[in-house]
């Protein structure tokens, strides 16, 4: 199993940037693809981005495309997520999560089984 730690949640006006990352510890990390996914209050929980084993191929929800970059370091076992020009609307608890298919492309929730505890994202008008 692979345990994951959010930090670098925070408060932050609405054009600013945040940098999130993700602390893997127990198996290989780059046994995993990596994602980064979002739940705001009364929403579902949805995707935002997800990097393959060796970060070569990312993947991004639409509405973060152009201001979101995803990222891993395999050799600190940590993935992160870059934050520019942050909205309100992306005010919500930011999750990492692993999945054991280290080529998936998969966006789905459902598919990645090992989950952090989450960080919050507050982004003001």
């Known amino acids: 199993q692979v345990q994951l730690a959010e930090s670098g949640g925070g408060l932050v006006q609405a054009g600013g940037s945040l940098r999130l990352s993700c602390a893997a510890s127990?198996?290989?990390?780059?046994?995993?693809?990596m994602g980064w996914f979002r739940q705001a209050p009364g929403k579902e929980r949805e995707f935002v981005a997800a990097?393959?084993?060796?970060?070569?191929?990312?993947y991004y929800e639409d509405s973060v495309k152009g201001r979101f970059t995803i990222s891993r370091d395999n050799a600190k076992n940590t993935v992160y997520l870059q934050m520019n020009s942050l909205e309100p609307e992306d005010t919500a608890v930011y999750y990492c999560a692993a999945n054991d298919n280290p080529y998936t492309s998969s966006r789905s929730p459902a598919d990645f089984g090992f989950w952090g505890q989450g960080t919050q994202v507050t982004v003001s008008s």
């Open positions: 127990g198996r290989t990390f780059s046994r995993y693809a």
């Open positions: 990097t393959i084993w060796s970060g070569d191929r990312v």
